[in-house]
């Protein structure tokens, strides 16, 4: 199985950028598609983006179309989620997710695992 970790959460600004990394250990990370979810404070986990096995299709929320970008490196076992014109809403522990799959998938059951999360803040 695959064990994975998220970084470069923190407090930006409105308008400001942030880039979470999600790295893998214990299998290699081009054998999963994988997501981003996050759950804003008193709300339930909602889906963020997606990419497939092969980094060939990605998918977003509508909410986070034009300004994120889910990317990944699998030389490095690592995912990525460029944030970009964040806004205070966009405030949430953001989580990475792995399925055994080809393709990405907006559902949270279809993952097999999941991070710790880490916590985004954004200040309006």
């Known amino acids: 199985q695959v064990q994975l970790v998220e970084s470069g959460g923190g407090l930006v600004q409105g308008g400001g950028s942030l880039r979470l990394s999600c790295a893998a250990s214990?299998?290699?990370?081009?054998?999963?598609?994988v997501g981003w979810f996050r759950q804003p404070p008193g709300k339930e986990r909602e889906f963020v983006a997606a990419i497939s096995r092969s980094g060939g299709s990605t998918y977003y929320a509508d909410s986070v179309k034009g300004r994120f970008t889910i990317s990944r490196d699998n030389a490095k076992n690592t995912m990525y989620l460029q944030m970009n014109s964040l806004k205070p809403e966009d405030t949430a522990v953001y989580y990475c997710a792995a399925r055994e799959g080809i393709s990405g998938s907006t559902s949270q059951i279809a993952y097999d695992y999941w991070g710790q999360g880490t916590q985004v803040s954004v200040s309006s």
């Open positions: 214990g299998r290699t990370l081009s054998n999963y598609a």
